[in-house]
Structure formats: C-alpha cells, structure tokens
C-alpha cells in the first residue's frame, strides 16, 4: 500500500480518479471488438459478441458467443437469421438481438432461443438504420431509427407496446446522434440534427435549446445520459462538452477537449455523492476523462476498447484486459491520501504500529480520542474497505476497523459484520471463472437475493450453495486440488481396471473447474497404463491439451481424430506434420485418404509450400479437375516463356477433357488462342498486348486505330454484339474519333440504341456531337437524351407526344422560371388537356 494513490488522477480541485485491473480476458478473440456487435450487460454481466457480417455468402455463419465478464466462454451457436444491427440485455440477463427487418430475438444466457417479436410493419417495410435498448422502471425497452428517419419506441419488451414518435421536421439524412431520455416517468427521445436539438414525446417534436450552451458549439457529434438517466453530456465538433441535467433545465459544467472527431464512445462515470461528475470518452488509441474543470484525464488505449457504464463507474474491456474506472469516494481519499490527518488514516497507522509493538499506536489512539472521532475513524475504514478490490487492502482496513472497535463503548457491530460478508461474497464471484466483477455499491444496489438468482442462472450451484453458506471461495479452490490429487493417487492403483478408474475419477471430479484431465492422464501414462491414459483424455474438454499426449504416447491415428473433431486447424497441421515425419510416404498418403478433412487441410498446405507433393497426390486420386486447375495455376505462377505456358495451358485443357469438364476445357483454349493472338500484335505493333483481358485487348485496338484487327478478334473470339458496340462506342469517344463514331452508327442498326451514343459524347463533353443522335434515340429514352443534351424544348415536345406525365414533370423540374417560360407554357398545357381526357 506505499504506492497505494500512484494511480490517482485528479480532476479538478477536490475529485481523484483511478483505473482498477479486474481480469486479463481469457477469451481468444480473432476479431477487434470494433469488427463485432457488442452487447455487456450491467452489474458485472456478461459480454456478448456477434461479429458483422459482411460477406454475402449463405455459408458464412457468425458464431453469437456470450462470455463472462472475465472472457470465459458461457455460450457459442452460429448466427443464422438476418443480419442484426444491435445487441442489448434485459434486466433479467436475456440477451435482445435486433435485426435489420425489425424483429428481435431473446436469447438465454447460453444462447438457447427463448422468443422473437417484431417492431412493426414500417420497421419492416424501412428496415433498421439505428436501435438502442434501454432500462427504466417500467422494464427494458428498445428505441428503433427506421430508413425512413422515423423512431418506434416500445418502452417495455415484455409487454410489448409499440409508439411511433413524430417526424423531425426537414430531416433528410439520419441524425448525428440520439438518445433515450426518463422525464417525469415518461420516455422521449433526444435528437441532434446538425446544430438543431429536438424532444420527441409520444405527440410533438419540440425544438430544445440547452441552458448555458456556448453560442461557438457547433454541431452535436454524441450524446451520453447517466446510468440513473439524470445526467446529459453532449460533444461537439469543436470540441465542447456540454453537462446538465436530463431534464434540459440545468447546466452542470462545461468542457473544451483537443479532439474534434467525434468518440466512438461517449458515457458518464458518476457515483452517488459525487464531487466531480465526469463524462468518458473513448477515441481509437485515447481515452478521455472530462469534468468541470479546466483539466482532463488522459489514458493511452492499447487496444480496441468498449464501455459500459455502471452505477458506480465504468467498465472497460478490450480484447485482452478489463478495468474499472471510477471516483475515488471520500472515506477512501481521507484514509490514503498523502499526509492525511483524518480520523480514519490515523486509525490504520495506529493498528499497523501496534503489529509492529510500537508506542506510536497509542499516540495516534489518543490524538483520536482526544476529539472524540475514533466512531467516524472506524466508520471511515469501514466504508474505505469495501470500496477496494484487493483483499490484502480490505483485509488492512478491516483489521484497522476492528481495532478501532475494541476501544469504543457499546459500537454498533452490524456495520462491521454486513461488510465483511459483503465483502467475503464479491471476492468470490469476482473470480475469473465465474467473472462477476461487482462493486459494493452494485451489490447493495442488487441485493443478495437478486445476485443468487444470477449464480444459479448462470448454473453455478456449488457456489451459490457456498455464498447461502458464507463459505470462503480459497476453501473451494483447495478442495480442487485435493481432488486432483486423489485422482493421480488413483489412477497408480492397480486393483481395479482401467474402465473402473476412469469413471470413479470422472464421477468425483466432474467439470470441477481448475481440474485438468490431461495432467492426470500424463501422470497415468507415466506409470505404464496407456489405456487408461486414453480413456481419461476423452474427459479432456481442451482439444489442445488431448492430442500432444496422444502423439506422446504413439495414438498418431487417435490425435488425427481429435484433432479433427476440435475444428482447430492448427491442431490438424501439428499433428499431419508429425505424421508425415514419422511415417513412409506409402502410408501417410493412405492415412489421409481415410481422413479428408486432413487431406483437404494439407493439399492446402502443399499449395503454398510443397507444389511437386500436391501434384503427386492428384495424379494417386486421378483428380484430373485439380490437375487442370494445378495446371493453370503454374502457367502464371511460373516465369515460363511463352511456349510454356501455352504448354501448361494445352496440360490443362488434356486435364479437363478427361474430367468431362468440356466448359473449362473450351475456356482454357480460348486463353491459348487469345495468348497466340496477343503475342502476335505484339509483334506486329511492338506493344505490350500479353495478359491483357479480351475486353482491353480490343478496346485498346480501337483506341490505337486498328479497327480491322479489332474486328478480326470480334468475329473469332464471338464476341456478343451489344457488348462489342459498347466498347467501341466507349474506345472512339475517348480517342475523340467523332467522324470514326457517326460512321459506326450508321454501320447497321445499333443494337443497343443510340443513347449510349449521346451520353459517351456528353461524358466526353461534347454537345455538338450528342445532339446528332438525340432524335435517333428510341421514343422511351428520347425525353432523357434531349435532357442530356440540355434541349428542353424538343424534351418537352418529345415528352407530349408519348402523353407521359412523369416525363412532362422531369422536363418541368429543369427548368428556370425566365428562361424557359414557352416551355413550361407548353407542358402545362399539355398536361391540362392531358388531365381533361
């Protein structure tokens, strides 16, 4: 504790603030957290992860993972609904899924589906831009920003009633930020729209100005409101922070920070008698802590980090650790602030002084005796005690506390017992495999019955049972290692067989955690009995730990298994290799092919590294698909001349035949001959033409002026008609070859009409040009030729004459009101006689 305050921060005048460590993540996460859906549940619950999924293919499934909040794995199922927009938790810890067309799936804590209700038909009809779950008194409640800009709010899921809120007035892009507000137990919603602030209620949209904002604010960037929904912060693009109220009558502070972009998280860091109420901010490599003060608190961020606020601070966990940043609360600061003189710093020098035999313990006594606070000096060591984490620092205070005590007359003991049974509990549900990382306050806030329900929830009995009990979670751990003792005690007997043992060890230890079945079976093995090694391993959880011992003990066969079953490919690779080294060619080709997913793993090993191997593995499975496409592959992989690749080509074409793949087989003798015909306009031109595509071979002819050879490779590469009239017309307008292009469209017909030719002259700024074809253009696009051209008179014409009203408006909207009032005259009257009939 002599660097106890090195992690305090002030802010301000009077407030310190401090980030605890609660857990290294124990997950193994592939992904940044940025890459997921993340959904951490409040009160130390659970994180669930959902990664987004940007691939369009049916068979890419996300997993929707649940962890701890200590990284361990509850749950895992693919993703296979729609793609979700949003995760949240209900108050009873289930896990809400929002998807794009409006429904929400209830999930369990082990991801065991539980329901589904949908949002609304506008929510499905616009799909959901935007969604965020809330918690009030009346329940959790989910908030929807639809496509169409508009908010459906239901402000209790189990009993599901659905509000469209007004429409902010003049919105055509989604607001920069919102926000779900508790006014007077009514929800409404706060939206920024630019500079503009508005209140949504179930009736109006009201315009907001808030109280004391700076007139140079600037556009609101995000918004955060307070655990208990009564504090607001908002961020700028200038950098202002803007506190108040939630009620939008009262300003609490201001602040003015160096960055402009807006956080890609915003929250408020408060507690209960706070002195200086903060808002965090998390950038992509900073974090930013900001009061009513002058000054800020700066954290440098490793990693991709998400917050969750509590009712006492905020959580922040990344892919790798999970800390606790709060208020340092008064009694902590008057206990372990330098130099302090209060009652209850007095107090805990006074009893480390008397463990050491010192005099000065009954000097400080006294000092504290003698102005009548030794109860306040108790209180304050009491109160400093459980606001810490570590039971080394708890256990000091305690001590300091019940010292303190044994000198005071007839003081109340229920205090003292009521937080170290507190305390006692949360230090064993903080333990990282159950990862409950409550605070104090939140214990009391959730109370004892509530915390229960939550242990056995999440299936973990034995310690519920405990906490009924007041049990220490040290004795737990102690009987699991009495317990893997006694199982390497057993497994050296040789009086019972090895089926016997095996079960008797699995029926006392179960999935007790911190037993390793692997260790166990390594000290089996030792003592020569390999067979009960194997069956113990089968209650081995961890793929990782089962398959170095087995090729450890020969069962190369058995590892491949395992190591297949796990889906770990890294595992499959280790043990294949092995294989490979231990075993003749013969054999390790005929054990892969009885396994395919090891066989399918290393041909993709051999791709990259053993080329020659892979090519003998096709030629022992007459895959002659794959000999054609190993084929392929080395005719550009290779710096082959090239005769050599047309050699290589030519394999795969003999390849594909006798695959009966003729569709391959006739593409890869269509790159022969277009490689034969490339290389001779090489020749004759002197011009890199090789590799080029069909289409910019051609094209490129063109835009040379080579139109014959052009034509030449048309006619035997059979090239369609509209898409060889599309790269002509394309290569003739940038080379500028108008003459060259009038001619062509007089060629024949074209068989993709003659808009393309107005707007590749247009694209290449020439109106001259695309004013010839704008009448040859077919009725139906005429209109749309002519507005190309910028002829309004003959668009307008051209739209009266198919009597088409859409087209008559198009014309309409461009034009000016000065300039072309014949032309508005006209359609007009077009349009009356139009509506008469």
């Known amino acids: ?57 049916p068979s890419s499934r996300p997993p929707l993972e649940i962890y701890t909040a200590s990284g361990v794995l509850l749950a895992s199922i693919p993703w296979k609904n729609s793609p979700a927009v949003h995760l949240g938790w209900t108050t009873s810890e289930d896990l809400l899924c929002i998807q794009e067309d409006g429904s929400v799936l209830v999930y369990s804590l082990f991801c065991e589906f539980k329901r589904r209700f949908s949002m609304g038909n506008e929510v499905l009809q616009n799909h959901v831009l935007e969604a965020k779950v809330f918690h009030t008194e009346y329940g959790t409640g989910v908030a929807i920003l639809t496509g169409a ?45 630019g500079q503009e602030l508005y209140l949504l209620d179930n009736t109006t949209c009201s315009p907001v100005t808030l109280p004391g904002l700076s007139p140079h604010a600037g556009s609101f960037l995000r918004m955060a409101v307070s655990f208990n929904y009564r504090y607001l912060a908002l961020f700028t693009d200038t950098g202002y922070i803007w506190m108040g109220k939630s009620n939008l009558k009262e300003k609490l502070g201001e602040s003015i920070c160096e960055f402009r972009a807006p956080p890609k998280q915003m929250v408020w860091c408060t507690r209960s008698r706070s002195k200086q109420r903060a808002v965090v901010m998390a950038w992509e490599r900073r974090l930013l802590v900001a009061g009513d003060a002058e000054q800020c608190i700066q954290y440098p961020l490793d990693e991709d980090s998400y917050l969750v606020p509590e009712l006492d601070g905020v959580r922040i966990f990344s892919r790798s ?72 620092i708890q256990k000091s205070l305690l001590r300091a506390a019940s010292f303190g005590k044994c000198f005071i007359d007839k003081f109340p003991p229920e205090r003292f017992v009521e937080t170290c049974r507190g305390l006692r509990v949360l230090n064993a549900i903080r333990d990282y495999q159950i990862g409950i990382p409550l605070s104090f306050d939140q214990y009391t806030q959730v109370t ?27 004795e737990f751990q102690g009987i699991s290692r009495i317990l893997a003792h006694w199982a390497c005690y057993k497994v050296q007997q040789k009086d019972k067989s090895d089926e016997e043992v095996a079960q008797a060890i699995n029926q006392k230890l179960g999935d007790t955690p911190g037993i390793s079945y692997s260790e166990i079976a390594a000290r089996a093995y030792e003592c020569g009995r390999t067979e009960l090694a194997i069956k113990l391993l089968e209650y081995e959880p961890r793929s990782g730990k089962q398959v170095p011992l087995l090729l450890k ?92 690749r047309v050699a290589s080509l030519q394999n795969a074409v003999d390849e594909y035949y006798k695959a009966k793949n003729e569709f391959a087989a006739k593409a890869t003798e269509d790159q022969i001959k277009l490689l034969r015909s490339q290389r001779r306009l090489q020749a004759d031109f002197d011009k890199p033409y090789l590799d080029e595509s069909l289409h910019d071979t051609v094209y490129n002819l063109i835009l040379e002026g080579n139109h014959k050879r052009a034509e030449q490779f048309y006619r ?9 009239w599309w790269l002509k017309i394309n290569a003739l307008a940038e080379q500028g070859d108008w003459e060259e292009l009038e001619k062509f469209s007089k060629s024949k017909k074209s068989p993709i009409g003659y808009l393309p030719f107005v707007e590749m002259s247009m694209k290449h700024h020439n109106r001259h040009e695309a ?67």
């Open 771 to 837: 004013k010839k074809y704008a009448p040859r253009v077919a009725p139906e696009q005429r209109v749309k030729a002519f507005l190309l051209v910028g002829d309004l008179s003959q668009a307008s014409e051209a739209a009266i004459e198919r009597k088409n009203e859409a087209e008559m408006n198009l014309v309409l909207s461009k034009c000016t009101a000065a300039a072309d009032a014949s032309v508005v005259a006209k359609i007009n009257l077009a349009k009356a006689q139009l509506g008469k009939k």
């Open 716 to 724: 035997d590469f059979k090239i369609p008609d509209k898409r060889f």
């Open 553 to 644: 003990m020969k069962r190369s066969q058995l590892a491949l298994s395992k190591a297949i079953e796990s889906g770990d490919t890294d595992l499959v690779y280790t043990v294949v290799l092995h294989l490979k080294n231990e075993l003749n060619r013969g054999a390790f080709f005929m054990t892969l092919q009885n396994q395919p997913v090891a066989l399918s793993l290393y041909r993709q090993f051999c791709k990259y590294q053993e080329l020659d191997t892979l090519k003998d593995l096709y030629n022992q499975d007459d895959d002659h698909q794959e000999l054609g496409n190993f084929h392929v592959r080395a005719s550009y992989a290779s710096d082959k001349q090239i005769d050599g």
């Open 321 to 392: 650790t999970h800390e606790f940043l709060h208020e340092i609360p008064e009694a902590s600061q008057e206990v372990f602030k330098i130099a302090s003189m209060a009652p209850g710093a007095l107090l805990l020098e006074a009893q480390k002084e008397y463990e050491k035999e010192s005099q000065k313990a009954d000097e400080y006594l006294r000092e504290i005796k003698d102005q009548n606070l030794l109860p306040e000096a108790v209180e304050q060591c009491i109160r400093a005690a459980s606001y810490e984490h570590e039971p080394e």
């Open 448 to 474: 004892t019955e509530v915390l229960l329900d939550r242990l056995v929830l999440r299936r973990l009995y034995p310690i519920a049972i405990k906490i009924c009990e007041y049990l220490r979670l040290s």
């Open 149 to 193: 800009h508009r908010f459906t709010i239901a402000t209790n899921v189990e009993d599901l009633k659905l509000r469209r809120l007004p429409q902010v007035p003049g919105v055509q892009k989604p607001p920069s930020c919102w926000a779900v507000l508790c006014q007077e137990r009514v929800t409404v919603l706060l939206v920024a729209v």
């Open 1 to 57: 504790m002599d660097c106890y305050t090195a992690n305090w921060d002030p802010l301000g005048e009077a407030a310190y603030y401090r980030k605890l460590d609660l857990y290294t993540m124990g997950w193994d996460l592939r992904e940044d957290l940025r890459d997921c859906l993340v959904a951490a549940a409040p009160y130390g619950g659970p994180i669930a992860l959902l990664k987004n999924k940007k691939e369009k293919s």
